[in-house]
């Protein structure tokens, strides 16, 4: 009789959809074609798992919900951008005010950096080829670089335009047309706010994520929308603030000028932080609330690991941290058990988008490896 010690088959496993190897029945019993049949019975009532390297993330359908959710977000706050911003035109010109055109010139920046964004995000879906290997990911944060370039772009002018009335005091402004406009304005922002508000904004909830606590990073191109209108909707209110003024006090129409110099000035300030976190995803720094230290010690406390080198923690995007390591573990046990507790720690632990693990033998290292020095603070 032909002996099956050395051989396996495969078991559908109807509840996981797909083929898993039963280790239990490679001595008790032959391979079969017979599809009607039950498994063989499992021993000591354990289940058997698949240890391939992407099952235990869950990081591909939550890419695909933050995507989608992006997207509904930004085209509904496009639709409402855009209708206040004709209603914003047409109040800004009958009203001769400097200040609405300011706050409606802020919108058109808003619809273009949610065009960008939108595009950006349907790139970002599109798979990897041999030329781009990790995807469109770097998209969504190009997407969001110029959106914060359109802002300063349309900034700069308006403070020139603010400047130029400081200078020529020959205007007339509408005080009624004015608030009504600012007004509606003030709504929209509201309204708009409401629509791209997401619950993580900082590092603070991120930085649960090295405890194993899975929040999700905010959206780049979400957060810089959001930022957008931040700003805008304070420049609303100083403009409905202005209106205010001239409608009761024309003499004092110089401060429809002052207030789009000031707020114009804010809005800058409220795209640094954006830009900073930009820059450190596309100079490959460590990914917003991960913490090195922590990600080491994490790795270091697997049994059987005895060190490590050439950690590498970055991200594809806001959203998609990739981690490389290299361990060294102990003579006395096997390396692919740890390969497969490590894998688990990761993705599980840090909820990472791709990870790359490297298990190497204790004689294989060498200490005066320039490669293999550990960073610096």
């Not at 007004?183 to 309204?191: D, G, R, S």
Request: charged fraction near 15%; hydrophobic fraction near 45%.
């Amino acid at each position: 009789m032909e002996k099956y010690g050395e051989k396996s088959h495969l078991v559908l496993e109807k509840k996981r959809n797909s083929y898993l190897l039963s280790q239990a029945s490679w001595m008790s019993q032959p391979p079969t074609s017979d599809e009607g049949k039950s498994p063989p019975p499992e021993t000591n009532g354990t289940s058997t798992t698949n240890s391939h390297c992407h099952n235990n993330s869950k990081t591909l359908e939550q890419r695909h919900h933050e995507r989608k959710q992006a997207q509904r977000r930004l085209a509904l706050a496009l639709v409402i951008c855009i209708i206040f911003l004709v209603g914003e035109v047409v109040g800004g010109y009958l009203a001769r005010s400097l200040a609405v055109m300011t706050d409606a010139a802020h919108l058109l920046a808003d619809v273009t950096s949610f065009l960008i964004s939108l595009c950006s995000l349907w790139l970002s879906s599109r798979p990897a080829t041999k030329k781009l290997n990790f995807g469109w990911y770097r998209a969504e944060i190009l997407g969001a670089l110029f959106s914060v370039i359109i802002t300063w772009l349309v900034t700069g002018i308006l403070v020139y335009l603010a400047c130029e009335r400081f200078i020529n005091v020959d205007y007339e402004i509408n005080g009624v047309v004015m608030v009504i406009t600012s007004a509606c304005a003030v709504v929209a922002n509201i309204i708009m706010g409401l629509v791209l508000h997401q619950h993580s904004h900082g590092a603070t909830q991120l930085q649960h994520s090295a405890e194993g606590n899975h929040h999700h990073r905010p959206n780049a191109s979400i957060r810089a929308a959001f930022i957008h209108v931040v700003g805008d909707f304070l420049q609303s209110i100083s403009v409905l603030i202005s209106a205010l003024v001239i409608l009761f006090k024309p003499q004092y129409k110089i401060v429809d000028p002052i207030c789009t110099f000031i707020f114009s000035l804010f809005v800058l300030g409220t795209t640094f932080k954006i830009l900073r976190d930009i820059l450190v995803v596309l100079m490959e720094g460590t990914p917003l609330g991960l913490n090195y230290n922590a990600v080491k010690e994490k790795i270091l406390a697997v049994n059987g690991v005895k060190a490590l080198h050439s950690l590498h923690l970055w991200a594809l995007s806001m959203n998609q941290v990739v981690l490389t390591v290299h361990v060294d573990t102990v003579d006395t046990v096997d390396p692919q058990q740890v390969l497969k507790e490590l894998t688990l720690l990761v993705y599980k632990t840090f909820n990472v988008h791709s990870a790359t693990i490297q298990v190497e033998q204790h004689l294989d290292q060498e200490p005066d490896c320039w490669y293999c020095q550990e960073p610096k603070d």
